[in-house]
């Protein structure tokens, strides 16, 4: 009786230690997350071979300052002059895009010069819309389709 009464002690002590070592507390994400300083509203994604591939874009700055008052709600700003890169694969540049007073632009671009030298049916194309705003770098993807 001895024997199995310091047998459960034992393994109850090591179950202490594990569950106690096992909460550390974090101070930092091991990756930072930083919310986008734009909305970013893309339109167009899915064309003919033959037409040129058209997305149109916006760029928002979301005014908070009145979120609590339901009357007046979160107010959406237009983002002039951004400078907006229009990648694929993550590292090649398609196009540079300006936005204009309204925070529109809008891509126009073959799709020889997307990648796809023979646009057939059902293939796509992911690109990537990056930029920065306010020294915060944000970057919004999008897939077009050949139809």
């Known amino acids: 009786m001895q ?6 002690l034992i393994l109850a002590a090591f ?33 003919s071979a033959a037409s040129p591939v058209t997305v149109g874009s916006r760029f928002l700055e979301l005014d908070k300052t009145n979120i609590l008052d ?12 951004l400078s907006i890169a ?9 196009a540079q895009l300006v936005t204009d007073t309204g925070g529109g632009a809008e891509l126009v671009i073959s ?11 059902g293939s796509s194309v992911r690109l990537e819309f990056s930029g920065t705003y306010k020294n915060v770098a944000f970057r919004k993807y999008h897939t ?4």
Do not use: H, M
């Open 86 to 94: 229009v990648l694929i694969n993550n590292t090649n540049e398609v």
């Open 144 to 147: 077009v389709r050949v139809k």
């Open 111 to 121: 799709w020889a010069d997307l990648g796809l030298s023979e646009a057939t049916s």
């Open 15 to 47: 179950a202490t230690i594990a569950f106690t070592q096992s909460c550390v507390e974090a101070e930092d994400l091991a990756t930072p997350n930083v919310a986008s300083p734009v909305l970013v509203l893309l339109e167009g994604s899915s064309f």
């Open 70 to 81: 339901y009357t007046k709600g979160i107010d959406s700003i237009p983002v002039p002059n």
């Open 3 to 8: 024997k199995s009464f310091n047998i459960y």
